[in-house]
Nanobody, 124 residues
Framework: QVQLVESGGGLVQAGGSLRLSCAASGRTFRSYAMAWFRQAPGKEREFVAAITSSGGSTYYADSVKGRFTISRDNAKNTVYLQMNSLKPEDTAVYYC?????????????????WGQGTQVTVSS
């Protein structure tokens, strides 16, 4: 069982930056690939970024490529999402997700565990 707790969301002006954190419980964090998804009101949950269990490979949605960076610290059981050059269309609830196994995942149904989400609002 893995519990995920996100933090770092908030209100920021367009062009600004935020860093989201996702702290995981348990001693097997390094066995899980991790990902960030987001969901805006009235829209489907969509993939944002993912990282392998070792942290050696990452993958991004085209909409955030070059602006967002996913990383992880397995010693701290934490995954991060650095978000730069934020746009109003980035406004959503951001969710951290974990999948048992090393490989990147991009589809919500592949996740084994979810955090409760953190709100990110970007004003124009």
């Amino acid at each position: 069982q893995v519990q995920l707790v996100e933090s770092g969301g908030g209100l920021v002006q367009a062009g600004g930056s935020l860093r989201l954190s996702c702290a995981a419980s348990g001693r097997t964090f390094r066995s899980y690939a991790m990902a960030w998804f987001r969901q805006a009101p009235g829209k489907e949950r969509e993939f944002v970024a993912a990282i392998t269990s070792s942290g050696g490979s990452t993958y991004y949605a085209d909409s955030v490529k070059g602006r967002f960076t996913i990383s992880r610290d397995n010693a701290k059981n934490t995954v991060y999402l650095q978000m730069n050059s934020l746009k109003p269309e980035d406004t959503a609830v951001y969710y951290c997700a974990a999948k048992n196994g090393p490989l990147i995942f991009t589809v919500p149904r592949q996740a084994s565990y979810w955090g409760q989400g953190t709100q990110v609002t970007v004003s124009s």
